[in-house]
C-alpha cells in the first residue's frame, strides 16, 4: 500500500477498500522502521496524525463530499507554521517553539482533509543544498545512506524517497524543491510566485521564497498543487487570479506541437556526465512524442548565483531581526541584571548556527549605506535582466528545460567546509526564483557512472504552471514505458526494511 501513488491511495480510500486511520498507520509504522537511517523527520504527530485521519474517515461515513486527495498522509516541510506542533525551521533558536496559529498552505491541508504526519529535516532556515546545516543532524538520501538528500527541503524528498508519505511540502528560495526532488528521484514543483501563500512560511527571502509541491509522480503534484494554491490576503505578493489547472495538464500529457527550448547555458562544461546523458535522452523522448525541440540562450544566468547571493543574504538579514530572544523559543543569558542587548548577543550566538550568521553577516555588509548600491542594487539589476532572458527565450518556446543540478547527490561532508562548491550546486535552480516563474524537477532516470538519480527541470512562464505538468507528465509516461517500472522501485538502500 505505501509504495502507490497519492492519487492510487485515494482511489482505495473512495472505494472503501482501506481508511485513512489504517493508511495513517502504515506510514506511522514505516517511519518508526525507516526513520531512524534515514532522519527525515524532526517531529511526528502521531496523536495529531491519527485523529486527523479518523475525522476524515467519519465524514467519509456519513456520506460528505470529500475533496480529491481527503485521507492521504503528508510530510511537511519544518519552515511552515502549525498551530500547537513545534516548529524549527531546522534551527536551535527555535527548539521548543510551537506556533499560535496555522499558516494558509496547513489551513488548506486540513480543509482538503490531507493528513499531516509530522515535520520533517531541513538546512537551518531553509538556506543550503544539503541538509546538513540543520542544528539537528543531517537526512540521509534512501539512495545511499552516506549521501545528501539536497537542501534545504531534504527531509521532504527523502520521506518520499523512503516510502514515508506519498505528499510533501517544500519550499524554494533558489531551488530547495527542485534540488531535492532531483537527487532523491522524486517530483518537486515550485509554482510562479505567488501561486501558494506565503502567510505561515517562516521567512529566509520574502522576494524568493515560494511554497509548493512535492510527491512520487507528476499528477501527484498537481493534485497537490490544486489544494494548497489560491489567492491569500494575508499574503501581500499572493496572486489574485484563479488556481491553474494543473490537474487536467497532469491528465493530458499531451506535448504535441509544442516547443520545448534547451538552455544553451545549462548544459555542457561542468555538468557530469550522466546528467547529460539522462537529460539528452529525455528530449529525445519528447521529440518522439510530438514536441519540437529548439535551443534558446540565456546569457545573463551567468550572473544569477552571484546576484542570488548578495539579495537573498540581503533578505534574510532582515528577515531574521525577529529572533531577537524576546519573542521565540529559546533565551540564553537572561539573567538577573542582564542586558537587553547581552540577552540578545548570546541567544543569537547559541542560536543560529555557522552559515545562517555567514549569510546575516553578508547581508548586512552588502546593504550597508555607501555598499548599497554597489551590491544589493546591482544585484537587483541583474535580476530584471534575467527577467528579460526568459522573456526572450519564452518567444521562441512553451517552455525551457535543462537538468535540475550539475552532479547527482554527492557525499555527506564533501562539500560542508566550502560554501562556494556548495553554492555552484544550484546554479540552473536559481534563475526561475529571480524570475519569479515556476519550475519543475523530475527523474530523468540513472547516472550510468554512480546509479543516482538525475533530475530534469522543466520551466514555464510566470502564471502558465501548466505547461510544466503537461511536459512533465509526457516525459514521466514515455520514461515509465521505457523503463517497465517507476524508478524508485529501484532503490536500493532500504531493501529488506
Ligand atoms: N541552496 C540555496 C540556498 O542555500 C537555495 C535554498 C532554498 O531554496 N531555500 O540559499
Redesign the pocket.
Known sequence: MIDLSADEMAQKLRAGETTSVALTRLHLDRIAAVDGDVHAFLYVDTEGALAQAAAVDAKREAGEKLSPLAGVPLALKDVMVQKGVPTTAGSKILEGWRPPYDSTIVTNLKNNGIVILGKTNM?EF????STENSAYGPTHNPWDLTRIPG??GGGSSAALAAFEAPLAIG??????IR?PAAVTGTVGVKPTYGGVSRFGLIA?SSSLDQAGPCARTVLDAALLHEAIAGHDPKDSTSINAPVPHVVAAAKSGDVKGMKIGVVKELNGDGYQRGVRTRFEESLELLAAAGAEIVEVSAPNFEYALAAYYLI?PSECSSNLARFDAMRYGVRVGDVDGASAESVMNLTREVGFGREVKRRIILGTYALSSGYYDAYYGSAQKVRTLITQDFNRAFEKCDVMVSPTCPTTAFKIGEKSNDPIAM?L??IATIPV?MAGIGGMSLPSGLAPEDGLPVGFQIMAPAMADERMYVVGAALESALLTKWGAPLLSKIPALAGK
Open positions: 538546512d531553509a538556506m543550503g543544498s537542501g534545504s519550499t524554494d528560495t533558489g531551488g530547495s534540488q529566509f537573498a553554492y550546486n544550484d526564483n
